[in-house]
T-cell receptor, first 116, second 115 residues
């Protein structure tokens, strides 16, 4: 069963325009949710995380995401794209929250292209 | 603090061989997880070690194994390599088992190519 679905495999935006990367999850309770970014030939970097505190989560580099339980969504947004934002973004869920396990389930990724 | 380091960064092997990859977690982190990243399957969880014990295992065949040492460094081994094992293998460390907050810090990965 798919635990996390990223709705777009590719997103292209112009520099200075808003970014929206969509993510839906499937879980019977509120899991821990994350967005990671992967630049070419680099490891994954945590952008932000949701762990049941505020539903609007602010991350690094101007990114933020809103947890919407009713829609089982955790979309990533940024008001103004920068060329350096071009990378692959992964929506990630930890369904084992509350236990001693820690498997992260990754979405298939969204490749963000930023045009000058 | 130094980040997660993985060695080697690149490996080329032939079918049937075995390979060992190494991961050194961030100082003080006791949990190490391994992931396989391929274009076809995306990122998949392999296993997690905490205090030298395997705590969790993904859905991979027994050819994939790992271990963790007392200094938290971890190795993963793949025996009888197949072409489909070509992938980027990522290691991640966290403070606690599974990182109850879920936050894991990733290394740059080892790119394994099987010919």
């Amino acid at each position: 069963a798919q635990s996390v679905t990223q709705l777009d495999s590719h997103v292209s935006v112009s520099e200075g325009t808003p970014v929206l990367l969509r993510c839906n999850y499937s879980s019977s309770y509120s899991p821990s949710l994350f967005w990671y970014v992967q630049h070419p030939n680099k490891g994954l970097q945590l952008l932000l995380k949701y762990t049941s505190a505020a539903t609007l989560v602010k991350g690094i580099n101007g990114f933020e995401a809103e947890f919407k339980k009713s829609e089982t969504s955790f979309h990533l947004t940024k008001p103004s794209a920068h060329m350096s934002d071009a990378a692959e973004y992964f929506c990630v869920v930890n369904l084992d929250r509350g236990s001693t396990l820690g498997r992260l389930y990754f979405g298939r990724g969204t490749q963000l292209t930023v045009w000058p | 603090k130094a980040g997660v380091t993985q060695t080697p960064r690149y490996l080329i092997k032939t079918r049937g061989q075995q390979v060992t990859l190494s991961c050194s977690p961030i100082s003080g982190h006791r949990s190490v997880s391994w992931y396989q990243q391929t274009p076809g399957q995306g990122l998949q969880f392999l296993f997690e070690y905490f205090s030298e014990t395997q705590r969790n295992k993904g859905n991979f065949p027994g050819r994939f194994s790992g271990r963790q040492f007392s200094n938290s460094r971890s190795e993963m081994n793949v025996s009888t390599l197949e072409l489909g094992d070509s992938a980027l293998y990522l290691c991640a460390s966290s403070l606690r088992s599974g990182g109850a907050s879920g936050e894991q810090f990733f290394g740059p990965g080892t790119r394994l190519t099987v010919l």
